[in-house]
């Protein structure tokens, strides 16, 4: 089960004015503060965020090309991208970016610098919650695989409501 959550819409079960009213006093002034997604996402509840509808269903074709049709059914295996027997050319001066080893990056000059994974395959999951963690699902030679990895740079400490 999967939750995607459009950026300007609350998800709730309960409005805010029937809240104010069991807590006797104005506490919230509207649904945002509730269910929007800067309540959902950085909470964990809300797995990816987009913009309007068909950013939505996009998102949820291509979180579909990740699973098996069925339960016990074959991964749903495409033909890559890139070549499989590519070279990681993403090589950290510095610090490591953790999303650019995993889905690439481009250089200064405009040269694409490849990661781990195949080309624009990439899908963050859970972007706003675990900021230390990155989790998501990505192909390598066409093949659909879960990505865990670890934010080793300074994040930003946020706490949600």
């Not at 509840?45 to 996009?58: K, W």
């Amino acid at each position: 089960m999967r939750c995607i959550q459009r950026l300007d819409q609350p998800i709730i079960l309960t409005g805010f004015s029937a809240l104010n009213k069991l807590l006797g006093r104005e506490v919230y002034s509207s649904h945002m503060q509730l269910g929007g997604p800067k309540i959902m996402a950085t909470n964990g509840v809300v797995h990816q965020t987009v913009s309007d509808d068909l950013e939505g269903v996009s998102a949820i074709l291509k979180w579909l090309s990740y699973v098996p049709p069925y339960v016990g059914g074959p991964l749903p295996i495409m033909k890559p991208l890139d070549p499989p027997e590519r070279p990681v050319t993403y090589l950290p001066e510095n610090a490591c970016d953790a999303l650019a080893a995993i889905c690439g990056i481009q250089d200064g000059e405009g040269r694409w610098l490849g990661g781990m994974f195949d080309r624009e395959s990439f899908v963050e999951t859970l972007e706003g919650w675990a900021k230390t963690v990155i989790t998501g699902r990505a192909k390598l030679g066409g093949i659909p695989v879960g990505v865990i990895a670890v934010e080793t740079q300074t994040v930003m400490q946020v706490i949600p409501a």
